[in-house]
């Protein structure tokens, strides 16, 4: 069974502070790593995606990936209210993907 | 560029009525997916498509839930009968083909199915 696992939280961080959000996953054959936003009520959407090992920027989100410790995580900086969201991790084989149950993150004014 | 349509946007049905969902993926995406999510939880794939064949359903619930995507393009995903537990957001997901590195796939708004 492949597993992706989060902290469910919620977190709680104060606006304009870093955001930190983190998945393991335990196939060791996963190719490619997603994060999707998802508001109350409303479906996922794609935020970031990183396929190789080390860091991508991209705006005020920064997804980091290690391969060898099956690791990727997501920094949001100068967090603000709008960010408040439940955060997906997804990893794919390059056939299957497979979902982490989500963080919930509260930014607070 | 058009993204994942789905309809209808919510439904309300009694326990054992059948329903219907329709998706029509992203123009030119060859893979279709299906997810059942409940509230607190990550997406839990039913059924996927690569154009009009299945590429795995062995979490689609076969006695009472059916898919198809006949020409490859737009899909339905039907349950005959509903029962309580299917209460559920019924996401669609499309992208550009299956077995790509490389391999963004995208959601549609979902259908929100109320069973009473």
């Known amino acids: 069974q492949k597993e992706v696992e989060q902290n469910s939280g919620p977190l709680s961080v104060p606006e304009g502070a870093i955001a930190s959000l983190n998945c393991t996953y335990s196939?060791?054959?996963?190719?490619?790593f997603f994060w999707y936003r998802q508001y109350s009520g409303k479906s996922p959407e794609l935020i970031m995606s990183i396929y190789s090992n080390g860091d991508k920027e991209d705006g005020r989100f920064t997804a980091q990936l290690n391969k060898a410790s099956q690791y990727v995580s997501l920094l949001i900086r100068d967090s603000q209210p709008s960010d408040s969201a439940t955060y997906l991790c997804a990893v794919t084989d390059g056939n299957q993907f497979y979902f982490g149950t989500g963080t919930s993150l509260t930014v607070i004014p | 560029e058009a993204g994942v349509a789905q309809s209808p946007r919510y439904k309300i049905i009694e326990k054992r009525q059948s329903v219907a969902f329709w998706c029509n993926p992203i123009?030119?995406?060859?893979?279709l997916y299906w997810y059942q999510q409940i509230l607190g939880q990550g997406p839990k794939l039913l059924i996927q498509f690569q154009n009009n064949g299945v590429v795995d359903d062995s979490q689609l619930p076969k006695d009472r839930f059916s898919a198809e995507r006949l020409k490859g393009v737009d899909s339905t995903l039907k349950i005959q009968p509903a029962k309580l537990e299917d209460s559920a957001v019924y996401l669609c997901?499309?992208?550009?083909?299956?077995?790509?590195?490389?391999?963004?796939?995208?959601f549609g708004p979902g259908t929100r199915l109320t069973v009473l």
């Open positions: 196939d060791r054959g996963s190719q490619s």
């Open positions: 123009s030119g995406h060859a893979t």
């Open positions: 997901a499309s992208s550009r083909r299956t077995g790509l590195a490389y391999n963004e796939q995208f």
